[in-house]
């Protein structure tokens, strides 16, 4: 595999684990024991998709093709679905800052993985940034529609519905 794919698998490897901290950091401010849990869960996921990026770097790093092949045979852990949409948090301001935070991660995630899948010519590599991308664009969803609900909460709180 290319240096430059191995250095792609790397900064996911950061991402995740960014992404970790930041999910732990904000179940913290959750304000019901079910926002809570589900941000520590998240994290857990995030936490899971670094481990998985880290054995395949391990499998991968010296180059060769059927390391590389095999590393792919395992299966990675999925994102799992949660409802953002009702979970509360100890001031409206707060959960705005959380989700929008989460969307420009995940956002910036997805943007990530997508210039790697368009300068790499390995077929594998592709196949590898498009799971990527799969994973960070559910929680995008998940969080945007989180974050849209969010807003006009925040809104309604500031006087300035229904404009």
Sequence with gaps: MLKEELNVIKQGIINEVEGYEFYMMASKEAKDSEAKKS???????????????????DKIKDEEKDSFELAFLADPP???????????????SISVSIFGTAVNLEKASVDFYEKAKKKTEIEEAKKLFDLLIKWEKVHLEQFEKAYDQSMKDWWNEQNFAPF
């Design 39 to 57: 941000l520590e869960i998240l994290a857990k996921e995030e936490r899971k998709h670094s481990e998985y990026l880290r054995e395949l770097f």
């Design 78 to 92: 999925s994102p799992k679905i949660f409802k953002w949409e009702n979970k509360q948090f100890n001031k409206n």
